[in-house]
């Protein structure tokens, strides 16, 4: 339920819990992987010694886990979470949306910001391309840790793949070929190329996305002051007038 706040304030609950902690768990992770992506990368010039560089990787793998737990949580709380976090209001599509956008785009024409309890018209564009580049790096983290340092969930089909034989299977460590058929190992690593690929360009387009969006809130914020950032802590917003969302069914 909505509650005054003052005369010309009205609190709307917008983010659910499971919303919130999503987000800033996915910040602090994207961060993490951020800042050992870039040691790994830079490993040569850090002076990274091979055990240094396992250990990055093996720790990337670590922070990632969490990271894809997080998202997976989140694009399944997308079916069952409240009205604002489900994929209709995320997901730029219907002629509903096109009405929005194209009120919201009025908006800022005419200086005059329209509010909207969910996300609004422009950050749909922004969070719908967000998860698709969080997902592909899920995705393509996971093949490439169990390629690199043979970790969970693909490491051991792997290490299977990359082995002289079964019996073999318990030598094959990062970074080793003790027990590795080589034709094998290069067949992985062909394999493993463009998910490598991939990886290392969304991590270029998802940097971006992320300053995008952190601009985009800022002048949000600036621009509509209805407490975009601190309903990211408090899961509500505040309008002078009832949101153009809210009343959807």
Not at 81 to 98: C, D, E, H, T
Not at 182 to 190: G, S, T, V
Not at 191 to 210: D, G, M, Q, T, Y
């Amino acid at each position: 339920m909505k509650r005054q706040m003052a005369r010309t304030l009205t609190e709307y609950p917008v983010w659910d819990r499971m919303v919130r902690w999503f987000h800033w768990i996915n910040v602090l992770s994207v961060i993490g992987l951020i800042a050992i992506g870039v040691a790994i990368m830079n490993s040569k010039a850090l002076g990274v010694t091979t055990e240094g560089k396992i250990l990055l990787k093996t720790w990337h793998v670590y922070v990632g886990y969490v990271f894809v737990i997080n998202l997976a949580v989140r694009l399944f709380w997308s079916f069952i979470g409240n009205r604002f976090s489900r994929w209709a209001a995320i997901l730029p599509l219907g002629q509903k949306y096109k009405q929005q956008r194209q009120l919201y785009l009025d908006s800022i024409n005419e200086g005059k910001p329209v509010g909207f309890a969910g996300h609004n018209p422009l950050a749909r564009l922004m969070v719908t391309l967000l998860f698709i580049l969080l997902t592909t790096q899920a995705v393509t983290g996971l093949v490439l840790g169990g390629t690199d340092v043979y970790m969970p969930p693909f490491g051991d089909s792997f290490k299977a793949w990359v082995a002289e034989s079964p019996q073999t299977e318990a030598l094959v460590q990062p970074y080793s070929k003790d027990g590795v058929n080589e034709a094998a190992y290069q067949q992985m690593r062909d394999f493993r190329s463009p998910f490598k690929e991939i990886h290392e360009i969304v991590f270029w387009v998802l940097s971006l996305a992320i300053i995008l969006h952190i601009l985009g809130v800022v002048y949000s914020e600036l621009r509509e002051r209805n407490g975009l950032v601190s309903a990211m802590f408090t899961g509500k917003k505040v309008f002078k007038d009832s949101p153009v969302d809210w009343d959807e069914d």
